[in-house]
């Protein structure tokens, strides 16, 4: 299989699918570059190999067609700024304007196309749009982590027409490396941290984790359908009524596994669900009627961050609560702050998951921890194990 540091990319035009699917403002700005800066190492590196580079991407979710809104030019400047030089811009990502800039090329040239998604065609997997696409470029490189999980025209059909000339970016191959380092490869004690809202959401990963963690620490709202499950009061707090035998059932597997699960000992429970809110400490297992559990108290913050720092090998998927109010961030602050605690100590830390990486991000640790994966989605089916189109379209 070929990969990006044993190619030639001089005189090629290399097509990228990256994830440039940014958050803008008002003003139609970037707000937050992540996704932008996390391709440039791939960009960058087809470019002084003497190759030029066509960038493919979708933004947001346009209903019918194009809408000036999730235009891919509003994210023209904060590229070139980042690539440190000028970068053309197509204003289709298909048609004649697109065909001759893309043949103009010369190396060293950065073209971007217009939002893949203003046509169906790109989510619908159509081949003679892919094959549109594929006509601009030598090479394919999927570096588009985010989107691997879904058989799009751009990351997966595409990939046909580059029978010998197809790769992955940098970015992609850090994540594949990365959950394999958890999954298949990781030192012991190996420690998944999964919190968020709901059981429901999560149950095929935590049981896909009990195959190969030492301890799972279960957090957030789905922490209180477990102590419902083992005969705990808990208020007003969120709980799935249909998966209280689920949980049951993950209890009973761990054990059999001689997987320890820890379930946190002590609530911070709140009379409303507002930063404002009056708040109490108590028993997981006894949140009095009309309080909610909304962060892990000290106790359960104690012993998490005491197993987080007796492991070698670290998940995290999912906070302790409801850390976008400050009153109730205490308990993902004290995860992020061990997780990276950990990771000086030479323990191998990943963090996935849209609300974890927003709670590192908020924490100021990301560049604390081992990795930081780009792809929500992509990422917990990864996890789960399940075979994502867009890497199969490369290694197939």
């Not at 947001?60 to 235009?71: A, I, L, Q, V």
């Not at 594929?134 to 570096?143: P, Q």
């Not at 992955?168 to 919190?195: C, N, Q, R």
Request: charged share 20%.
């Amino acid at each position: 299989m070929q990969n990006i540091d044993s190619y030639d990319f001089s005189g090629k035009k290399a097509l990228i699918r990256v994830d440039f699917n940014v958050p803008l403002n008002d003003q139609f700005q970037v707000t937050d570059n992540t996704r932008i800066k996390a391709a440039v190492p791939t960009i960058k590196k087809v470019l002084e190999n003497g190759g030029s580079v066509i960038l493919m991407s979708h933004l947001g979710r346009p209903k019918n067609g194009p809408e000036e809104k999730f235009s891919l030019r509003h994210i023209l400047t904060e590229t070139e700024r980042l690539l440190d030089r000028p970068v053309q811009f197509a204003q289709d990502c298909i048609g004649s304007e697109a065909v001759e800039k893309a043949a103009a090329l010369q190396p060293g040239d950065v073209l971007l196309l217009e939002n893949l998604r203003f046509y169906p065609h790109e989510t619908g997997g159509d081949i003679s749009f892919s094959k549109q696409l594929a006509s601009m470029g030598d090479v394919y490189i999927n570096d588009a982590f985010g989107t691997a999980h879904r058989a799009h025209a751009s990351t997966t059909i595409i990939a046909q027409f580059f029978p010998n000339d197809k790769m992955f970016g940098y970015l992609i191959e850090k994540e594949i490396e990365s959950v394999s380092k958890v999954m298949d490869a990781g030192e012991h004690p190996i420690t998944a941290i999964v919190g968020g809202a709901k059981v429901s959401s999560k149950i095929i990963i935590i049981e896909n984790l009990l195959n190969k963690v030492d301890h799972l620490i279960i957090g957030g709202g789905m922490a209180y359908t477990f102590a419902k499950a083992t005969g705990g009061q808990v208020g007003g707090s969120l709980v799935e009524e249909d998966y209280l035998e689920t949980a049951l059932g993950i209890m009973q597997q761990a054990k059999e596994k001689g997987v320890q699960i820890l379930l946190p000992a002590d609530t911070l429970a709140a009379d409303a669900f507002s930063n404002d809110a009056n708040t109490q400490s108590c028993n997981t297992k006894a949140i009095p009627e009309g309080w909610m559990g909304l962060d892990i108290a000290e106790k359960a913050i104690e012993e998490t961050v005491q197993c987080i720092l007796n492991s070698k090998t670290i998940l995290w998927n999912g906070p302790m609560g409801v850390f976008e109010m400050d009153k109730f961030q205490k308990g993902t602050e004290a995860v992020a702050k061990a997780v990276a605690h950990a990771t000086q100590q030479g323990a191998f830390t990943l963090v996935g998951g849209g609300d974890s990486v927003a709670a590192v991000n908020k924490f100021k640790l990301a560049d604390q921890v081992s990795h930081v994966s780009t792809g929500g989605g992509a990422m917990l089916e990864y996890l789960e194990g399940k075979e994502l189109p867009g890497i199969a379209a490369i290694l197939n």
